[in-house]
């Protein structure tokens, strides 16, 4: 499908339009980063834990910060998760100290939690309903029998099958339902099967929280370390690897280009990282990596519209084979650029917390990405063959 036809834009000609603002780019990024104090890597890559908790009331920010300063070696990264509403926070406290326990230190990082933000983990010794298992309520239930299925007769695998599918019920409840927490244990009479006795049987030994912890997440300082060292390495080879291939395939000159222009990407995408202090995961590598090889191949198509051009259109210089060939390309750019936009849009709009530093890595890539193919690599392949070699345009093939 063509959506463009007899495009004759000397894009060329606007090549130090293209250049002066992808410097203006650059030094955005680099000011943001030394402004905003560097990259906010996540605990992938410096090492300790991440905690989502959701209230039941919006939270006091402060009072959760001083209750993890003793925990943390920096000071924690606390900020809100998901849509405001849902009173999701994002606790990220960063651990350095090599050797240490990851396991215990996160039980601990927990239990410092619930000790200053759950006033109601004395009540009575009974348990956090919001922050419990699935065996826990099971057991509760089965000792207690609220529904007398012992006095009807009931085997003891049919008693225990019954409570356990009942505590199934209640936790899809708590957790889909309710989304992982209730702020009142009488919101179980909303479950199937749930009777005022079984509630009543759970008040003896639960206690709604006030907050929920959704996920946790470790990492120790040197695993962290390693991880760092690895993603910048798998960038770099990515990097050469795709100028080994374009340099032999081509000419190097076209591998330089293009690999100029990947690092252009990836270098504007991270600098709007540390503008935004966006946290840089796994997660985001993998983007990059992904924004690494799209770029290349959009590079790839234009490179080798080029050199057919150069067999056929002998009398024109190589900056108007260039033209041409990115005129005669601009459909294929557009619509794989669009229809990839849209896509990792989409995820960044609606695919929630967890995927939107990876969302986001993606959809600046894929509009500088499309912008550096077009501005960045041609030119630097016409201005080399013009200023350094001083060959004609038949001879760059």
Same mark, same amino acid.
């Given at each position: &499908?063509?959506?463009?036809?007899?495009?004759?834009?000397?894009?060329?000609?606007?090549?130090?339009?293209?250049? /002066?603002?992808?410097?203006?780019? +650059?030094?955005?990024?680099?000011?943001?980063?030394?402004?905003?104090?560097?990259?906010?890597? /996540?605990?992938?890559?410096?090492?300790?834990?991440?905690?989502?908790?959701?209230?039941?009331? #919006? #939270?006091?920010?402060?009072?959760?910060?001083?209750?993890?300063?003793?925990?943390?070696?920096? #000071?924690?990264?606390?900020?809100?998760?998901?849509? #405001?509403?849902?009173?999701?926070?994002?606790?990220?406290?960063?651990?350095?100290?090599? /050797?240490?326990?990851?396991?215990?230190?996160?039980?601990? +990082?927990?239990?410092?939690?619930?000790?200053?933000?759950?006033?109601?983990?004395?009540?009575?010794?009974?348990?956090?309903?919001?922050?419990?298992?699935?065996?826990?309520?099971?057991?509760?239930?089965?000792?207690?029998?609220?529904?007398?299925?012992?006095?009807?007769?009931?085997?003891?695998?049919?008693?225990?099958?019954?409570?356990?599918?009942?505590?199934?019920?209640?936790?899809?409840?708590?957790?889909?339902?309710?989304?992982?927490?209730?702020?009142?244990?009488?919101?179980?009479?909303?479950?199937?099967?749930?009777?005022?006795?079984?509630?009543?049987? +759970?008040?003896?030994?639960?206690?709604?929280?006030?907050?929920?912890?959704?996920?946790?997440?470790?990492?120790?300082?040197?695993?962290?370390?390693?991880?760092?060292?690895?993603?910048?390495?798998?960038?770099?080879?990515?990097?050469?690897? &795709?100028?080994?291939?374009?340099?032999?395939?081509?000419?190097?000159?076209?591998?330089?280009?293009?690999?100029?222009?990947?690092?252009?990407?990836?270098?504007?995408?991270?600098?709007?990282?540390?503008?935004?202090?966006?946290?840089?995961?796994?997660?985001?590598?993998?983007?990059?990596?992904?924004?690494?090889?799209?770029?290349?191949?959009?590079?790839?198509?234009?490179?080798?519209?080029?050199?057919?051009?150069?067999?056929?259109?002998?009398?024109?210089?190589?900056?108007?084979?260039?033209?041409?060939?990115?005129?005669?390309?601009?459909?294929?750019?557009?619509?794989?650029?669009?229809?990839?936009?849209?896509?990792?849009?989409?995820?960044?709009?609606?695919?929630?917390?967890?995927?939107?530093?990876?969302?986001?890595?993606?959809?600046?890539?894929?509009?500088?990405?499309?912008?550096?193919?077009?501005?960045?690599? /041609?030119?630097?392949?016409?201005?080399?063959?013009?200023?350094?070699?001083?060959?004609?345009?038949?001879?760059?093939?």
């Amino acid at each position: &499908m063509e959506i463009f036809k007899n495009v004759s834009f000397d894009w060329l000609g606007k090549k130090w339009y293209f250049i /002066g603002g992808s410097w203006v780019m +650059l030094l955005i990024g680099v000011v943001g980063y030394f402004v905003r104090g560097g990259l906010a890597y /996540g605990i992938d890559f410096t090492g300790g834990t991440l905690i989502i908790v959701k209230f039941n009331k #919006p #939270p006091d920010l402060e009072k959760i910060r001083s209750a993890l300063d003793p925990e943390a070696v920096t #000071p924690p990264l606390i900020q809100a998760f998901d849509d #405001p509403s849902k009173n999701t926070v994002q606790i990220r406290v960063q651990r350095s100290k090599a /050797g240490e326990d990851v396991e215990a230190s996160q039980k601990a +990082l927990q239990a410092r939690l619930r000790q200053v933000l759950d006033p109601t983990h004395v009540e009575g010794n009974k348990l956090d309903f919001n922050n419990t298992s699935l065996d826990p309520i099971a057991k509760s239930l089965i000792d207690a029998d609220p529904d007398n299925l012992k006095s009807q007769n009931k085997t003891t695998a049919e008693i225990e099958t019954h409570y356990r599918n009942l505590a199934a019920s209640i936790m899809e409840y708590r957790n889909k339902t309710s989304d992982g927490l209730v702020n009142s244990l009488d919101d179980l009479r909303n479950v199937a099967g749930v009777s005022s006795a079984v509630i009543e049987s +759970l008040k003896k030994i639960f206690v709604a929280g006030p907050f929920a912890i959704k996920a946790v997440e470790s990492v120790g300082a040197i695993v962290g370390s390693d991880l760092r060292r690895r993603a910048a390495l798998a960038v770099g080879l990515s990097l050469l690897g &795709m100028s080994i291939y374009i340099g032999f395939r081509f000419k190097p000159i076209y591998g330089a280009a293009a690999v100029v222009a990947v690092f252009h990407d990836v270098a504007i995408t991270v600098g709007l990282f540390a503008l935004t202090q966006r946290e840089i995961s796994l997660t985001v590598v993998a983007a990059l990596l992904t924004l690494v090889g799209y770029s290349v191949n959009d590079t790839i198509v234009i490179f080798d519209r080029v050199r057919e051009n150069l067999r056929s259109m002998r009398k024109e210089t190589l900056g108007q084979v260039i033209n041409i060939s990115i005129n005669q390309t601009m459909s294929r750019t557009i619509l794989t650029s669009g229809f990839t936009f849209l896509a990792v849009l989409s995820i960044y709009l609606f695919g929630g917390g967890v995927l939107n530093g990876f969302s986001f890595a993606l959809t600046v890539g894929i509009i500088i990405g499309t912008y550096s193919t077009i501005g960045i690599a /041609g030119p630097i392949v016409e201005l080399w063959y013009r200023t350094v070699e001083h060959k004609s345009g038949r001879k760059a093939a």
